[in-house]
């Protein structure tokens, strides 16, 4: 029983205390949030740590049973304690941990999102099936995006390519996002209530309710 109902009591004095810091601003509200905060980096530390641990005992065991793709774990593990060593020797503001970074890291990233294009146009090439009035509705607007943001939509259809696409991005688009944005955060609020008063116990190792 204390082991469910003393994190359910820390929970809801800890998330008390942040609304009343955060909303009403009493000035111990505010100096124990900020403590609080303190804690929450130094628990996230410790969680990353554990990750670290974790991927060093799974990659670990791969490369010494020399099982398949075990040179891609010798590969990371590398990576990982090589940039660990040269942040905690020089710092993350050293120019040759951004040198680093920039070289290797950075041209991974664009190097997987050049992949996911793939994906992307596949999954508009079905999206944009003309199956019914919304599909159609979706394929026209997408089409003209696409030959507004080109150079040579303007330069074939001429200026309005590009005025309905400005419209599009700041009309029917941004209310979308603002309707997306709203239900997102009193999703979010919600979810945060249930947590907070004890209703969501999904953290707990069960389902969510119990």
């Keep these: 029983m204390v082991r469910k109902e003393l994190p359910l009591a820390i929970t809801f004095i800890t998330g008390g205390i942040v609304i009343l810091a955060n909303f009403l601003a009493p000035a111990w509200f505010v100096q124990t949030n900020k403590d609080i905060t303190v804690w929450y980096q130094i628990v996230t530390a410790l969680f990353c740590g554990l990750g670290v641990v974790n991927l060093c005992r799974i990659h670990g065991k791969k490369v010494s049973q020399k099982r398949e793709g075990w040179p891609f774990s010798v590969v990371m593990l590398v990576s990982m304690f090589g940039f660990m060593l040269i942040a905690l020797y020089v710092g993350q503001q050293h120019q040759l941990y951004k040198n680093l970074y920039n070289n290797t890291i950075v041209p991974l990233n664009a190097t997987m999102y ?13 999206a944009f099936r003309v ?17 507004g943001k080109a150079p040579i939509g303007e330069a074939v259809l001429g200026s ?42 999904a953290h707990f190792g069960g389902t969510g309710g119990e």
Excluded: C, H, K
């Design 114 to 126: 050049s992949i996911l294009v793939f994906y992307i146009a596949s999954a508009a090439y079905r």
């Design 131 to 147: 199956r019914s009035a919304e599909a159609t509705i979706l394929l026209v607007t997408a089409a003209i995006v696409m030959l």
């Design 160 to 201: 309005w390519v590009a005025s309905w696409t400005t419209w599009i991005f700041d009309v029917p688009n941004t209310a979308g996002m603002r309707g997306i944005q709203l239900g997102a955060t009193l999703g979010g609020i919600a979810m945060a209530l249930r947590v907070l008063i004890g209703i969501e116990r």
